[in-house]
Structures are given as C-alpha cells and as structure tokens.
C-alpha cells in the first residue's frame, strides 16, 4: 500500500519538476541566443534562450579551417595530378598538355615561382561526389587546392555541381594540341630527316 | 519457471523481477500477425526492419533485418590507401566519427608501430571523449522521442550543437571529421580550444543535471525503461556486447581501463555500472543511466587532459606521420571503446601494397542488436521501441 | 441567486441580458419558415471550432511547443509566422485525396466524419455565454459525457477502415483508453453535479456566480473539490488523446495511429476534430469546476470588479480564457511528459483515477449532506 502511495507521490512530484523546467523554458523564450560561432570568445556569454538560427537570413559562422567546398586556384596548379590520385572517390579529373618550350613564359610560374610545364585544359572537381576529407589537399605540392569555409552551395542541376577550373577554352587547347603536334611531327620529320642524312653519308662515304 | 513451461507458444507476456519470472495473459493466444516494423518506421533509428510475428501486442518474435545502409566499407577499404581510409570510417558510425578514426589509427599504428607525440594523444582524448558526450546526447534525447518525449530530444541537440562546433573549429568539419591520422591530427588545435572547451565543461554540467530532472528521473520514463529488455550479464558476454549495453548489466568492462590505449591509464575516472538501486541491472533504464553517467565521465577526462597537456611549442602534429605508409607483412586487431561500445579494426597486410589485403570492422552496434531475438521477445510493442531505443544503434556502423 | 443578479452593469446587448437571451431569440428567427436561426446558433460553435483551431490550435501549439524547446517556431510566412496555418491548410487542400486501395471505403471516407461530428455535438450544451448556450437540455452534463462516445466508433471505423495493421493497433487502443476512463471523468463530474444538484449546464454555472468571484467556484467551494477537478483533467487527457495518454496516435509506435493513412482535407478534419474535442473537455471542466463564464474577479468593496466584469460578453470572454488556460495545460504536459504504455494507462485508470474518484464522490456527498 506504501509502494502504491509512493509511486503516485514520485510521480506527482517528478511531473512537476518537469513541467517546472519547461516552463522555465517558456517564459525564457523573450531572450534570444545570438549567432556568434564556437571561435568567439564571448561564445559561453551568451544568454540562454531561444537557439534557433533562421538559417538563410542568419548562419553559424564556419570556422576559418572549415572544409566545405574544394577550390583550385588554377594559376598555382603545376598539374601534378596527385590529388586525383589521393582522391579516395575519385572525383578530380585532370587532362594535362605539354607546355610547348617557346610557350613557357606565356604558362607562367606559380606564386612561389615554379616554372609551371603543363596546360590544363580540364580541371574538373566533382563536388557533388567531393566528400571533404581533405586529402588531396594535403598532396598537393604547391596548395593550391584548398578546402573554402563557403558550407552551402546547393544547386538546382546536378550538372552544375561539376566545378571547371581548366585554364584552357577547347580552342585553345585544340591548338596547343595541334602546336604539340606539330612540333612533334617536325620534331619527327627533323629525326628522320637525320637518320636519312646519316644513312645517305654513311653510304656516300662508302 | 513451471508456468512458463505449461504456458507453451502462446501469448505470452514474460516479465523478469528479481528472478522471479512473472507470466501474463498465457491464455489469451489469438491468430498471430506479421508485422514489418520499418524500415520506415520512425523509431528504428534509421533503416532497420524489424519483421515482429505479434498476437495482439505481444511480440512473440522478432527478427532484425538488415542491411539497407550497407556500403561496402570492408571492400573499399582494400581498394584506398591506408590514410584514405580515416575519412571511411567516419561514415561508420557516423554519431561518433573521432572515435572510429581514433579506433582504427590505433590498428595501423599498432601495425606500423610508430610512436605517437605525447600532445597527439591529449587532443585525440579531448576530441574523442567529447565526440562521446556528443554522440550519448544523441542517444538520451532519441530515447526520449521514443518513449514520447520531445522537449529532452531538442535540449540534447542544443547542446550537440556546441560540441559540433568545437569539433568542426579544431578538424574542419562537423561530423565527418577526418582529424585523426595515422600517426598524428590533421592539424593541432586552435589556440583558444582548449580554454572554450573549459568552458563548455562547466557549461554542460548543469544542463546535464537539467536533462536528468526532465527525462531521467521522470516517473513515467522510469517506468516505461525500468525492468523492460532485461539482459542478464552472463547472457550479455555470451552475445559479445560491449560498451554502455554489457555495464549497464552489470560488468564493469570498459576498454579504457581494461585493455588501456593512448593516455587513458594516466586518467582518473570511474566506469560506471547501475547497482540496482535506481533501476533493475540489465535493463533498459540501466542502460540509459549508463550513458548519463558516462557523460560525466567523459567531462572529468577532458578537464584532466586539458590540464596535463604538453604545451604547443615546437609541436608538430603530423610530426610522426609516416610519408608513404607501407607496413610490413601482417596481421593486426586493435579496438577502442566507441560510445556504442567496442570498435575493432582487424588488418591484414601483404606487405608490399600501400593498401590493406583486408580490413575488417569488428562493430559494436551489429553485436549489441544481434541479441533483439532474445530480448524482444514476448514484449509489448512499445516496450519493442524502449528496447530498440536503449540499444542505440547507428544503422551506418551495423550495416556497414 | 438568479439571473438578474448577473449582468446588471455589463452593456446591453442586441437580445437582451438574460440567461439563454440571445440564444432563445435566435431559435425563435425564422425566415420564410425556414428555421434560419437555428442554423446561426449551430454555426457559432462551428466558425468557433475553426477559428480557435487555426489560430490557438495549430499556430499555438507550434510556437508555445517551440518556446519550451527554446526554438522559435514557424517565422516564415508572415510577421512571426503568424500565417503559418493559413499555408498549412492550403497546403492540405491541394494534397491529392488518397483512398488506400485496399481499404474499407465507406469506413475510411466516414471516420473522420463521425470523429468531427462526436466533438462538436457535445458544444450544444456548453454555455459559451450566460445568455448564449446550444441547447439548454436539462440533462446537459449527462449529455456531454455521453455524446463525447460517440468519437470511439469514428476512431474505430478510421483505424478498421485503413486496413493498416499500426491504425488498427492505434484504434483498438484509443477505444479501450476512452472507455476506460469515461468512468472516472463521469464520476469526477458527477461530484461537480452533485455540489450543483442539478445537470444543467446553464444552471451548473448560475449557480457558482456572486460577488465573491472564484470563491464561489465549485473548486474552492469544498476542501476535496479538487480530487474530483484533478481527476477529471487527467481522465480529460485520456479521453481526447493527449499527452502523456496519446497512445493512439503514438508517433514513435505506431507511425500515426489510426489516422496513418489519412491524407488532405481528411487529415484536416481528424485534427479539427481533436482541437474540437480539446477545448470541448477544457470548458466542461471550466464550467463544472471554475464557474464557466462567471468572473473569478472579486468584488473589494467599492472596486466592483465582480460586477464590472460580468455579463453576457465579459462571460463569453471568460469562458474561453478558462478553456485556453486548460488547453495550454494540455500542450505544456504534452511537450514536458514521455507517453505511458498501454498497461500503465489501464493501471491508472483502474487502480488510481476510478478508487480515488469513487472516494471523493463519497467525501463529496457527505460534504454536501453534512456541511450546509
């Protein structure tokens, strides 16, 4: 009989604390938590309240290291090609076409001045599939892929979501393919030009 | 015992108190009913189905079936380099990404045998530990939308939140976190995180004590949780549970303190394991506190981390990082204890390939549900959801 | 104690200030012979239902919800979100209207319609004024907790009707929950009843005015009126399906309960239906407990407040502010409470609410045998 009183006690009595906090809660709701992100120093400051961001018009902050949307500055970019073979997912395409030796002023240098030897025409991240682990950024020698705090770049077509940072319309790289090869063939011709030289003179000289 | 003999196949409601095995309506056998709970349905947490064969409410069997988040970790895994693989077992369990890494860094360092700068493991502690309290808030608040209560769900993730956010200021990212490497972090931790992380230590305690007033301590979740999905400890270590679920029968086994990794011998903390007083050993309730207490736990080793921790000067915490990460030919297991309890990580190496000949995931969530035939069994359907919900699985980390 | 006692200052309205005034004249409008009147006084509590529903209900419950989980609530449409429910409901209107195949289609298409018509039969006897009630039946009361029955066969017929085995779960046990505890909620009321002498709501009501205000209250009128009061209010739980009773709808058990399979304007109506029923409960309790429209104002001395807030208006007022007051009890309990389970309900109803609403019945008729 104790037992069956008891448990209505607790009951009654752990059901008002209960609604007690709530209510606590309720009438707290006239304050409001404000924005600031996890790095400020006031973060703990701030009054206890409704937490609620509405998240277009307000956001948490992103931290300055936050890894979101992957960035290549194509103008550091040497073409090594190691992040697309870091990426666990593959999701980086790189097509790469040698600098023609009189064009190497025009490719430039990277910042820290590495004389840069590759075009590239297609430089393709994929950020749909893109997992942010961070990765290729860490291969990368020259850093200049690098993960952007920028968290939310949420597209309508699927196809938009295939990032181009290539340095190279398709023209562009169509000619320097075709300079590519032409300098080949002559390159070739030159060879063989040569070897013909050196045959007909070996056999001239016989 | 005899009536649960003589009560034979039928309905039968058995409820365990203090050994004496209780029947209930053992004469109200009607036509029995299959009932596909889930996958979608609300309180599987996530996509579990759960194909009950029920008479009336009571659950005369059911059967887990799985396999709806299956991803192909154990076959990726052989197909990346071994650095690669952190990022993939962050999807694991993917409430408690810092301990996966931590669990599995553990296996290739074991394999590798590298030494690991002191601040490396202070921090990997830190993040891990608060990554636990993180993932045990998801745990309490989901348990409570379970039984029906909502409001504990929404202070649990106010709270989630912050850590979130400590988490992504030191890694990066929010939950998918990639920080722990093989053989050292991604990066050390900003200057100010430890002392916002003090911070957050006493501004956790009394929201803690909150929660426990609002959800734990209320009549009605006491009596919905206590003595429902009694496992007995023996029973228990048979299945091979681990973690929160084995303690909370009653066995103080906590890989922490029994097969100690990383700085955690130097640690001073509790394992907590119910006594029976607030709830019944073993059962639903007593898991729960479990996690509670753990919570606690878990802020006594942040502060003492935070306070023994080797100063930043001259660290660099991808100091001990092997540059091309090729072990030699062999076998390893290494395990951690997860917030779901024990992680394993079994690799086996050919010795030539940067890539792992195998990597198996031993995981705590698949073990702890592989018991749902036994515990469910004649229960009711909401005492089915309590069970479900006190098992705390992450359909990422079973499925795998 | 009479009606000319009520409303001797509050200003003079269209019919009249006497008790059931306005409600009598509309009876007695016709137009043509058609019985126009009458249509009036049925609509009133049906535009009531809707408008309370829309604003309180929906709009209400979401952001008192949302203030005690220290979140805002809906603030997208309009300033504060206050257009939240408009959207809601034309959002409801356009959704496709889906029949299961496999359901019971005669059931399915009546169930909500049997649900909505149970909660609003009962608002014929509420007193929403002194001068405005339904029907003033002299058996109101009874009347009241009889017709609120009615919304078990509505349960049971949307639960049977979807041939869904989690809606047939949810009816089953909505309608064992709201049989069982009509016992204790009727014999709570009956102490109310029984302090009244009269089922009457009209008159339940005349007689808990005077000048003391809330002193005249049945609550306060006796020292064990609150068992009954207490009792009644949680039975009242039960019967509507809140929190921590709502197991019949039970989100994490049973998907949605009896109402899973409900799309659209159905939906719509299963939860018109509720809000209905909620506040039907509230005012029963308001009037037999609290004095329904009368002012708990006390008149001190020269400072009539008594007076000064009481008449046919200020009633109207009252009654619905004591109604609102219950309604936000319900919400605050649903959003700080964990649900029962189906034994545990059964176990309070049986062995707690009907022995302590049979003892104070008894302690009630001594009181009002004993005590003048």
Same mark, same amino acid.
């Given at each position: 009989?104790?037992?069956?009183?008891?448990?209505?006690?607790?009951?009654?009595?752990?059901?008002?604390?209960?609604?007690?906090?709530?209510?606590?809660?309720?009438?707290?709701?006239?304050? *409001?938590?404000?924005?600031?992100?996890?790095?400020?120093?006031?973060?703990?400051?701030?009054?206890?309240?409704?937490?609620?961001?509405?998240?277009?018009?307000?956001?948490?902050?992103?931290?300055?290291?936050?890894?979101?949307?992957?960035?290549?500055?194509?103008?550091?970019?040497?073409?090594?090609?190691?992040?697309?073979?870091?990426?666990?997912?593959?999701?980086?395409?790189?097509? &790469?076409?040698?600098?023609?030796?009189?064009?190497?002023?025009?490719?430039?240098?990277?910042?820290?001045?590495?004389?840069?030897?590759?075009?590239?025409?297609?430089?393709?991240?994929?950020?749909?599939?893109?997992?942010?682990?961070?990765?290729?950024?860490?291969?990368?020698? &020259?850093?200049?892929?690098?993960?952007?705090?920028?968290?939310?770049?949420?597209?309508?077509? *699927?196809?938009?979501?295939?990032?181009?940072?290539?340095?190279?319309?398709?023209?562009?790289?169509?000619?320097? *393919?075709?300079?590519?090869?032409?300098?080949?063939?002559?390159?070739?011709?030159?060879?063989?030009?040569?070897?013909?030289?050196?045959?007909?003179?070996?056999?001239?000289?016989? | 015992?005899?009536?649960?003999?003589?009560?034979? =196949?039928?309905?039968?409601?058995?409820?365990?108190?203090?050994?004496?095995?209780?029947?209930?309506?053992?004469?109200?056998?009607?036509?029995?009913?299959?009932?596909?709970?889930?996958?979608?349905?609300?309180?599987?947490?996530?996509?579990?189905?759960?194909?009950?064969?029920?008479?009336?409410?009571?659950?005369?069997?059911?059967?887990?079936?799985?396999?709806?988040?299956?991803?192909?970790?154990?076959?990726?895994?052989?197909?990346?380099?071994?650095?690669?693989?952190?990022?993939?077992?962050?999807?694991?369990?993917?409430?408690?990404?810092?301990?996966?890494?931590?669990?599995?860094?553990?296996?290739?360092?074991?394999? =590798?045998?590298?030494?690991?700068?002191?601040?490396?493991?202070?921090?990997?502690?830190?993040?891990?530990?608060?990554?636990?309290?993180?993932?045990?808030?998801?745990?309490?608040?989901?348990?409570?939308?379970?039984?029906?209560?909502?409001?504990?769900?929404?202070?649990?993730?106010?709270?989630?939140?912050?850590?979130?956010?400590?988490?992504?200021?030191?890694?990066?990212?929010?939950?998918?976190?990639?920080?722990?490497?093989?053989?050292?972090?991604?990066?050390?931790?900003?200057?100010?995180?430890?002392?916002?992380?003090?911070?957050?230590?006493?501004?956790?305690?009394?929201?803690?004590?909150?929660?426990?007033?609002?959800?734990?301590?209320?009549?009605?979740?006491?009596?919905?949780?206590?003595?429902?999905? =009694?496992?007995?400890?023996?029973?228990?270590?048979?299945?091979?549970? #681990?973690?929160?679920?084995?303690?909370? #029968?009653?066995?103080?086994?906590?890989?922490?303190?029994?097969?100690?990794? #990383?700085?955690?011998?130097?640690?001073?903390?509790?394992?907590?394991?119910?006594?029976?007083?607030?709830?019944?050993?073993?059962?639903?309730?007593?898991?729960?506190?479990?996690?509670?207490?753990?919570?606690?736990? #878990?802020?006594?080793?942040?502060?003492?981390?935070?306070?023994?921790?080797?100063?930043?000067?001259?660290?660099?915490?991808?100091?001990?990082?092997?540059?091309?990460?090729?072990?030699?030919?062999?076998?390893?297991?290494?395990?951690?204890?997860?917030?779901?309890?024990?992680?394993?990580?079994?690799?086996?190496?050919?010795?030539?390939?940067?890539?792992?000949?195998?990597?198996?995931?031993?995981?705590?969530?698949?073990?702890?549900?592989?018991?749902?035939?036994?515990?469910?069994?004649?229960? =009711?359907?909401?005492?089915?959801?309590?069970?479900?919900?006190?098992?705390?699985?992450?359909?990422?980390?079973?499925?795998? | 104690?009479?009606?000319?006692?009520?409303?001797?200052?509050?200003?003079?309205?269209?019919? !009249?200030?006497?008790?059931?005034?306005?409600?009598?004249?509309?009876?007695?409008?016709?137009?043509?012979?058609?019985?126009?009147?009458?249509?009036?006084?049925?609509?009133?509590?049906?535009?009531?239902?809707?408008?309370?529903?829309?604003?309180?209900?929906?709009?209400?419950?979401?952001?008192?919800?949302?203030?005690?989980?220290?979140?805002? !609530?809906?603030?997208?449409?309009?300033?504060?979100?206050?257009?939240?429910?408009?959207?809601?409901?034309?959002?409801?209107?356009?959704?496709?209207?889906?029949?299961?195949?496999? /359901?019971?289609?005669?059931?399915?298409?009546?169930?909500?319609?049997?649900?909505?018509?149970?909660?609003?039969?009962?608002?014929?006897?509420?007193?929403?004024?002194?001068?405005?009630?339904?029907?003033?039946?002299?058996? !109101?009361?009874?009347?009241?907790?009889?017709?609120?029955?009615?919304?078990?066969?509505?349960?049971?017929?949307?639960?049977?009707?979807?041939?869904?085995?989690?809606?047939?779960?949810?009816?089953? +046990?909505?309608?064992?929950?709201?049989?069982?505890?009509?016992?204790?909620?009727?014999?709570?009321?009956?102490?109310?009843?029984?302090?009244?002498?009269?089922?009457?709501?009209?008159?339940?009501?005349?007689?808990?005015?005077?000048?003391?205000?809330?002193?005249?209250?049945?609550?306060?009128?006796?020292?064990?009126?609150?068992?009954?009061?207490?009792?009644?209010?949680?039975?009242?739980?039960?019967?509507?399906? +809140?929190?921590?009773?709502?197991?019949?709808?039970?989100?994490?058990?049973?998907? /949605?309960?009896?109402?899973?399979?409900?799309?659209?304007?159905?939906?719509?109506?299963?939860?018109?239906?509720?809000?209905?029923?909620?506040?039907?409960?509230?005012?029963?309790?308001?009037?037999?407990?609290?004095?329904?429209?009368?002012?708990?104002?006390?008149?001190?001395?020269?400072?009539?407040?008594?007076?000064?807030?009481?008449?046919?208006?200020?009633?109207?007022?009252?009654?619905?502010?004591?109604?609102?007051?219950?309604?936000?009890?319900?919400?605050?309990?649903?959003?700080?409470?964990?649900?029962? +389970?189906?034994?545990?309900?059964?176990?309070?109803?049986?062995?707690?609410?009907?022995?302590?609403?049979?003892?104070?019945?008894?302690?009630?008729?001594?009181?009002?045998?004993?005590?003048?």
């Amino acid at each position: 009989m104790s037992e069956y009183f008891g448990n209505i006690k607790t009951g009654a009595v752990t059901i008002a604390t209960g609604m007690g906090i709530t209510l606590k809660h309720f009438f707290n709701a006239i304050h *409001r938590k404000g924005d600031a992100g996890v790095d400020d120093v006031d973060y703990f400051r701030q009054v206890d309240g409704l937490c609620t961001l509405q998240y277009p018009h307000e956001v948490i902050p992103t931290p300055k290291n936050g890894r979101y949307r992957l960035y290549n500055n194509i103008e550091d970019c040497i073409g090594c090609g190691q992040c697309d073979r870091a990426c666990p997912i593959g999701c980086i395409t790189i097509e &790469t076409i040698k600098v023609a030796p009189d064009d190497l002023a025009l490719c430039g240098k990277t910042s820290d001045g590495q004389q840069k030897k590759f075009w590239l025409p297609v430089f393709d991240i994929d950020v749909a599939k893109c997992m942010t682990c961070g990765i290729c950024t860490t291969v990368c020698p &020259t850093e200049c892929l690098a993960h952007t705090p920028v968290s939310d770049f949420s597209e309508f077509d *699927r196809s938009n979501f295939i990032y181009h940072f290539g340095n190279l319309s398709r023209l562009e790289a169509e000619a320097k *393919r075709r300079k590519n090869a032409e300098l080949q063939a002559k390159a070739q011709a030159e060879k063989e030009k040569k070897a013909a030289d050196a045959l007909k003179e070996s056999k001239g000289g016989e | 015992m005899q009536e649960l003999d003589t009560a034979g =196949l039928g309905s039968v409601r058995v409820t365990r108190k203090n050994d004496n095995v209780v029947v209930i309506e053992k004469d109200l056998a009607t036509e029995q009913m299959v009932l596909a709970m889930g996958p979608q349905h609300p309180s599987t947490h996530g996509v579990l189905k759960l194909e009950c064969l029920t008479d009336g409410e009571v659950i005369t069997e059911a059967v887990p079936y799985l396999g709806y988040l299956h991803r192909c970790f154990e076959k990726c895994c052989e197909n990346v380099d071994y650095p690669a693989i952190v990022p993939y077992t962050d999807r694991l369990d993917y409430l408690s990404g810092m301990n996966s890494e931590f669990s599995y860094a553990l296996a290739v360092e074991k394999l =590798l045998d590298i030494e690991i700068p002191r601040r490396v493991e202070f921090i990997r502690v830190i993040v891990a530990e608060l990554n636990r309290i993180a993932s045990h808030l998801v745990a309490i608040g989901t348990y409570g939308i379970d039984l029906g209560a909502f409001t504990p769900f929404l202070f649990c993730f106010r709270d989630r939140e912050i850590i979130l956010g400590l988490l992504e200021w030191a890694s990066g990212a929010r939950m998918l976190y990639n920080y722990i490497w093989i053989g050292g972090l991604a990066y050390d931790v900003p200057s100010d995180f430890l002392k916002r992380v003090r911070e957050f230590v006493t501004y956790f305690r009394p929201k803690a004590v909150e929660l426990c007033n609002l959800l734990t301590e209320n009549e009605i979740f006491v009596k919905r949780t206590r003595g429902i999905g =009694l496992m007995p400890a023996g029973v228990a270590i048979n299945y091979g549970w #681990s973690g929160p679920m084995l303690r909370g #029968s009653g066995v103080k086994w906590d890989l922490r303190r029994n097969d100690p990794y #990383s700085v955690y011998p130097e640690l001073d903390f509790n394992v907590p394991v119910p006594d029976g007083k607030l709830s019944d050993v073993g059962d639903c309730l007593s898991r729960h506190l479990v996690r509670a207490w753990e919570m606690d736990e #878990s802020l006594k080793i942040i502060e003492q981390c935070i306070d023994k921790m080797p100063s930043a000067e001259g660290f660099n915490p991808r100091s001990a990082i092997p540059k091309r990460i090729r072990p030699k030919a062999g076998e390893v297991y290494a395990r951690a204890e997860n917030p779901r309890g024990e992680l394993g990580f079994y690799i086996q190496s050919d010795g030539k390939s940067t890539k792992p000949l195998r990597c198996k995931a031993r995981s705590s969530c698949f073990v702890n549900l592989s018991a749902m035939k036994d515990l469910s069994k004649g229960q =009711l359907i909401p005492d089915l959801v309590a069970i479900i919900g006190s098992i705390d699985i992450v359909l990422g980390e079973v499925d795998r | 104690m009479s009606s000319t006692a009520l409303s001797q200052i509050s200003m003079p309205f269209l019919m !009249g200030n006497s008790l059931n005034a306005w409600s009598e004249a509309l009876v007695g409008f016709n137009i043509l012979g058609l019985p126009l009147g009458l249509v009036i006084l049925a609509a009133i509590p049906l535009v009531f239902i809707a408008l309370y529903s829309l604003t309180y209900g929906v709009y209400g419950e979401r952001k008192i919800s949302a203030f005690m989980q220290d979140r805002l !609530g809906p603030m997208e449409v309009g300033k504060w979100g206050i257009l939240q429910t408009i959207a809601d409901i034309l959002k409801l209107l356009q959704k496709e209207d889906i029949v299961p195949s496999s /359901a019971d289609k005669f059931l399915f298409v009546i169930g909500p319609g049997i649900l909505f018509v149970g909660s609003f039969l009962a608002y014929a006897v509420l007193p929403f004024s002194s001068a405005f009630i339904g029907a003033s039946l002299n058996v !109101g009361l009874f009347y009241a907790i009889g017709i609120v029955a009615l919304e078990v066969v509505g349960i049971l017929a949307a639960g049977w009707g979807s041939n869904n085995k989690w809606s047939l779960y949810g009816a089953v +046990r909505s309608v064992a929950q709201i049989v069982s505890y009509e016992i204790p909620a009727a014999i709570a009321l009956l102490c109310g009843a029984m302090m009244a002498g009269t089922l009457d709501m009209q008159q339940i009501s005349v007689l808990q005015s005077g000048s003391w205000g809330f002193a005249h209250f049945f609550l306060f009128k006796t020292p064990i009126a609150w068992l009954p009061f207490l009792i009644y209010f949680i039975a009242s739980l039960a019967e509507v399906n +809140r929190a921590p009773f709502d197991i019949p709808e039970a989100e994490s058990e049973l998907v /949605a309960g009896y109402f899973t399979e409900y799309t659209g304007m159905k939906f719509a109506v299963i939860f018109l239906a509720e809000y209905g029923s909620m506040f039907m409960v509230s005012a029963i309790i308001s009037v037999v407990f609290l004095g329904g429209w009368n002012s708990p104002l006390p008149n001190l001395g020269a400072i009539a407040l008594n007076d000064w807030t009481n008449g046919p208006v200020w009633g109207a007022f009252w009654i619905i502010s004591k109604g609102f007051f219950f309604i936000f009890v319900q919400m605050w309990l649903r959003w700080t409470l964990p649900r029962l +389970r189906v034994d545990q309900l059964m176990y309070l109803c049986w062995k707690v609410l009907t022995p302590f609403a049979f003892v104070s019945f008894v302690l009630t008729a001594i009181w009002e045998v004993y005590v003048p």
